[in-house]
């Protein structure tokens, strides 16, 4: 094992997927000798040079349109959009192109594309800058939706993602790209729609992802306070998602909070919370309940940011609520 930063093994796994195959390239935004917005893609553009590793103008567009064509043809493109708030002006191309051609053309046509894209608050960078927009396209069929909280998570997950013959979004949290974990020597490709089964507990499930992992880790030692045993469930895959794994932590605790950063109506918790109260009614001894962000912009101000954004203490009240 090895001890590296989240945002170093997201690098690593880049550049070792365009060792083992030169159909791999990126393209972004100041991706090239600046090494990315966040550093992530520092060092790659000095060893693959700028063909493999392109400096694209501010056209989220034409960036995502360009790689959708690269993949269409063969190739295997990573395209970064510096935050996951721009994918606005990709919609067109990832929406109705990326996530239907292998429908529309009878299955005859792979689409073996990467967008890679930081989500979510912490930084104060405002309303523009921080937003989880993840649910958008986990909601789009043709589509593959990932958000890793660990290093070794973001390695293996984007290995599979840059392997994988459909069109993914690989959403990374701003707030973890300096976090340290461990990760092998020989990280291996992580499948695409395995949970991770972060903590075994007894009392309550809380099922979250990305950031809001070690939020719900926080969790834990407050809750052991109170004498509640928490387990913990980090989904990683957001589309396809893994019920399985949710579903037997349900009939273990009987108790689900669902716990995420992103808005909490209408996101990924809704989705979890109504097919578990569907196929797991019957291991349910408490209604679900959700945590995530209030129906508003993210703050600018840290102080309103720190109040917006789900924490352990919010959490700790929904854990409280499923055992009354």
Not at 55 to 83: N, Q, R
Not at 162 to 167: G, K, Q, V
Not at 178 to 195: F, L, V
Request: negative net charge.
């Amino acid at each position: 094992m090895e001890t590296i930063r989240f945002g170093q093994a997201i690098g690593k796994a880049l550049g070792d997927a365009m060792r083992a195959d030169p159909r791999v390239f990126l393209l972004g935004e100041d991706i090239g000798a600046a090494g990315g917005p966040f550093g992530v893609t520092r060092g790659l553009h000095k060893e693959f040079g700028a063909a493999r590793v392109r400096d694209f103008p501010i056209s989220e567009a034409a960036l995502v349109g360009t790689a959708l064509g690269a993949a269409l043809c063969g190739w295997k493109p990573v395209a970064e959009i510096m935050f996951m708030d721009f994918c606005t002006l990709a919609m067109d191309n990832l929406v109705n192109q990326a996530a239907k051609a292998h429908f529309m053309f009878g299955g005859q046509s792979a689409v073996p594309l990467v967008v890679r894209t930081p989500h979510g608050g912490g930084l104060n960078a405002g309303a523009q800058h921080s937003q989880c927009l993840e649910a958008w396209f986990a909601h789009v069929p043709g589509l593959t939706v990932l958000c890793p909280a660990t290093p070794a998570d973001a390695y293996g997950l984007l290995r599979s993602a840059i392997a994988s013959p459909n069109p993914v979004v690989f959403v990374e949290n701003k707030s973890l790209y300096a976090r340290k974990g461990g990760i092998e020597a020989d990280p291996q490709p992580i499948p695409i729609g395995e949970a991770r089964l972060v903590r075994e507990g007894t009392d309550v499930t809380v099922v979250t992802y990305g950031a809001s992992v070690y939020a719900a880790e926080a969790a834990v030692r407050k809750a052991a306070e109170e004498g509640i045993d928490l387990e913990i469930v980090d989904l990683r895959s957001l589309q396809p998602w893994d019920e399985k794994t949710v579903l037997a932590s349900l009939a273990k605790t009987h108790r689900l909070v669902i716990f995420h950063e992103a808005v909490e109506a209408f996101g990924i918790g809704a989705e979890i919370a109504a097919r578990m109260a569907d196929v797991g009614f019957d291991e349910l001894d408490a209604p679900i309940v959700r945590v995530g962000a209030p129906f508003m912009p993210v703050p600018y101000s840290p102080a309103l940011e720190r109040e917006y954004l789900p924490n352990e203490d919010k959490l700790m009240a929904a854990v409280r609520r499923v055992l009354l």
